[in-house]
């Protein structure tokens, strides 16, 4: 008898051991907030009109809401969204018409502070060495006023500001070091310059095409990829993607077809994915440039895709449609094929996946 209660205990309690270890196993992370594991899509609204807004969209597609920071915060977002930037727990998203930078919890939206001083029409964000890089045109018709402004991720202050050619637009951070490609502002840029995030001065600058509209670095590789200048501008240029080896800086270009000016790099997977007009195409890394496209988005009526994304095996496409009312994003296989479609707000300019 004794020993079959014993029995009995000893078993009781394997069971609980066994049980609580498999709960802890499988026990499931908790959300970090209402907009955790899914991507937000930056609408950028209408210049002037202060109708920027941010759409979620869960990972599974389930679940898609509009306007999320008008509807966690008593204030609107502001003018022309630009950018959005993840650093920590922090969405810092810049609004080119109202000079300004909203920083956000990335998870709830709910409003940490503005930043309204030291910005003169920003446009894109990254950063180094804990700090915040903000590219800035300054007067679009001045070409000797533009910046890159260094904030202060703590207190919101721009801290210093670092001048540079005309039309400091995308900016990417590597080993401590910024590039950023001037795409020219009002003019047509062709170089990106090199900023020592340790110094904040520039250290160098990169020839590469005109127009440059596109960054990405992978295994010590600067991708550039230009878009040449178009034909409306009387003196057309061809598209080119420069590969940059930002060890020995050795430059291999590819040269476009006439015709083409191509933009939206995005390196996925060892391909490098890029849009022209309508059309997706893929080139793997060290092979020639594709003649023909992956697949065609003109079957969804898109006449130029605005912004482009591709991430866990889907390829994202963002619809401006006709610049004033909301846009379309357009969500495909990798092989092209139309899974899902939403209904987004005006002028969808960028996709930033939140996990």
Same mark, same amino acid.
């Given at each position: 008898?004794?020993?079959?209660?014993?029995?009995?205990?000893?078993?009781?309690?394997?069971?609980?051991?066994?049980?609580?270890?498999?709960?802890?196993?499988?026990?499931?992370?908790? &959300?970090?907030?209402?907009?955790?594991?899914?991507?937000?899509?930056?609408?950028?609204?209408?210049?002037?009109?202060?109708?920027?807004?941010?759409?979620?969209?869960?990972?599974?597609?389930?679940?898609?809401?509009?306007?999320?920071?008008?509807?966690?915060?008593?204030?609107?977002?502001?003018?022309?969204?630009?950018?959005?930037?993840?650093?920590?727990?922090?969405?810092?998203?810049?609004?080119?018409?109202?000079?300004?930078?909203?920083?956000?919890?990335?998870?709830?939206?709910?409003?940490?502070?503005?930043?309204?001083?030291?910005?003169?029409?920003?446009?894109?964000?990254?950063?180094?060495?804990?700090?915040?890089?903000?590219?800035?045109?300054?007067?679009?018709?001045?070409?000797?006023?533009?910046?890159?402004?260094?904030?202060?991720?703590?207190?919101?202050?721009?801290?210093?500001?670092?001048?540079?050619?005309?039309? &400091?637009?995308?900016?990417?951070?590597?080993?401590?070091?910024?590039?950023?490609?001037?795409?020219?502002?009002?003019?047509?840029?062709?170089?990106?310059?090199?900023?020592?995030?340790?110094?904040?001065?520039?250290?160098?600058?990169?020839?590469?095409?005109?127009? &440059?509209?596109?960054?990405?670095?992978?295994?010590?590789?600067?991708?550039?990829?230009?878009?040449?200048?178009?034909?409306?501008?009387?003196?057309?240029?061809?598209?080119?993607?420069?590969?940059?080896?930002?060890?020995?800086?050795?430059?291999?270009?590819?040269?476009?077809?006439?015709?083409?000016?191509?933009?939206?790099?995005?390196?996925?997977?060892?391909?490098?994915?890029?849009?022209?007009?309508?059309?997706?195409?893929?080139?793997?890394?060290?092979?020639?440039?594709?003649?023909? &496209?992956?697949?065609?988005?003109?079957?969804?009526?898109?006449?130029?895709?605005?912004?482009?994304?591709?991430?866990?095996?889907?390829?994202?496409?963002?619809?401006?449609?006709?610049?004033?009312?909301?846009?379309?994003?357009?969500?495909?296989?990798?092989?092209?094929?139309?899974?899902?479609?939403?209904?987004?707000?005006?002028?969808?300019?960028?996709?930033?996946?939140?996990?």
């Amino acid at each position: 008898m004794k020993f079959s209660k014993l029995f009995l205990v000893a078993l009781t309690g394997a069971v609980f051991f066994v049980s609580c270890n498999s709960d802890d196993d499988k026990a499931p992370q908790l &959300p970090l907030g209402a907009y955790d594991n899914g991507f937000l899509v930056l609408n950028q609204g209408n210049f002037l009109a202060g109708n920027s807004e941010v759409t979620y969209i869960s990972n599974d597609f389930a679940t898609q809401q509009n306007e999320i920071f008008s509807t966690v915060n008593p204030t609107t977002l502001g003018d022309t969204g630009q950018d959005i930037g993840f650093n920590d727990e922090k969405a810092f998203i810049v609004l080119n018409g109202s000079n300004s930078i909203q920083v956000v919890n990335r998870y709830t939206f709910e409003t940490l502070a503005t930043i309204t001083t030291g910005l003169s029409n920003p446009r894109y964000i990254a950063f180094a060495n804990g700090k915040g890089y903000v590219t800035n045109w300054g007067d679009g018709g001045v070409a000797t006023d533009d910046y890159v402004a260094v904030l202060d991720l703590n207190s919101y202050a721009v801290t210093a500001t670092i001048p540079v050619v005309e039309g &400091p637009e995308r900016i990417i951070e590597e080993d401590n070091k910024l590039y950023v490609a001037h795409q020219g502002g009002y003019g047509y840029g062709n170089s990106v310059s090199v900023i020592s995030a340790s110094t904040n001065t520039v250290t160098s600058t990169i020839a590469v095409g005109d127009v &440059p509209n596109s960054l990405e670095i992978e295994n010590g590789v600067l991708y550039v990829l230009c878009a040449g200048k178009a034909s409306w501008t009387n003196d057309e240029t061809p598209g080119a993607l420069h590969q940059i080896n930002l060890n020995g800086n050795q430059n291999t270009s590819y040269a476009f077809p006439a015709g083409q000016h191509p933009s939206n790099l995005v390196i996925e997977d060892n391909k490098m994915y890029y849009t022209v007009d309508s059309d997706i195409f893929v080139k793997t890394t060290n092979a020639t440039l594709p003649t023909q &496209p992956l697949f065609s988005t003109t079957s969804q009526g898109v006449y130029g895709v605005y912004s482009f994304a591709v991430e866990n095996n889907k390829i994202f496409v963002g619809d401006a449609g006709d610049y004033s009312s909301n846009g379309k994003v357009y969500i495909y296989s990798l092989t092209g094929s139309l899974e899902k479609e939403y209904t987004v707000g005006v002028t969808p300019a960028g996709f930033y996946f939140n996990d």
